[in-house]
């Protein structure tokens, strides 16, 4: 069965550290997300990416964060200096074409640690 | 107020009972509503999608919509211990396909 696949499944860094969480969706999809989730928390979104671009981010977003689709592949998200609230667990997710489904495939997630 | 609120639980349940999980939203504007499943550190696993008021029912599990109240539930037959996980509400606008999620119900089906 097709996946989402992320890495690193566990990171550890200093307060202002630069990130990259690395996910490959499914081969066939064409919308991607990144959510997060602090421990104990809800799952919240932070932005969504459609033909090269971002369709929409949350307020969580901040410049702080980017995203990259660096080829076709791989979809990347950044935490350019790292501070101790962005420890979350960072989910990937996926959906086809059909943007109308709420099929969307989730990876295992990232998690941050941020010290 | 919450754009949705699920009650986080945690409930505990015996094999074999009848499990109810609920959310209720505020944002009319929701339209499309999903359960997913979380086994611990994991990811959501999408369960049920409906987008209609109304019953939709597959296997165990029934997911139940209703607009006018706003209020969906996620009802589990035959619960099993395997289905202990956290059960996430979540919903999306007509427009734009980002979800919104619950906090999370954590359940538990004792052998």
């Not at chain 1, 690395?22 to 969504?48: A, M």
């Not at chain 2, 296997?59 to 211990?81: C, E, H, M, N, W």
């Not at chain 2, 059960?87 to 052998?111: I, K, W």
Request: with cysteine; glycine share 6%.
């Amino acid at each position: 069965e097709p996946e989402v696949t992320q890495t690193p499944s566990h990171q550890v860094t200093q307060m202002g550290q630069e990130v990259i969480l690395r996910c490959v969706p499914i081969s066939n999809h064409l919308y991607f997300y990144w959510y997060r989730q602090i421990l104990g928390q809800k799952v919240e979104f932070l932005v969504s990416f459609y033909n090269n671009e971002i369709s929409e981010k949350s307020e969580i977003f901040d410049d702080q964060f980017s995203v990259e689709r660096p080829d076709g592949s791989n979809f990347t998200l950044k935490i350019r200096s790292t501070k101790l609230e962005d420890s979350a667990m960072y989910f990937c997710a996926s959906l086809s074409r059909g943007a109308n489904t709420g099929e969307l495939f989730f990876g295992e997630g990232s998690r941050l640690t941020v010290l | 107020q919450k754009e949705v609120e699920q009650d986080p639980g945690p409930l505990s349940v015996p094999e074999g009972a009848i499990v109810s999980l609920n959310c209720t939203y505020s944002n009319s504007a929701f339209q499309y509503f999903m359960w997913y499943r979380q086994y611990s550190r994991k990811g959501p696993e999408l369960l049920m999608y409906t987008y209609s008021s109304g019953n939709k029912e597959d296997g165990r599990f029934t997911a139940q919509v209703d607009k006018s109240s706003k209020y969906i539930s996620l009802f589990i037959r035959d619960s099993q211990p395997s289905d202990s996980a956290t059960y996430l509400c979540a919903m999306r606008e007509t427009s734009g396909s980002r979800l919104t999620f619950g906090e999370g119900t954590q359940l538990t089906v004792n052998p």
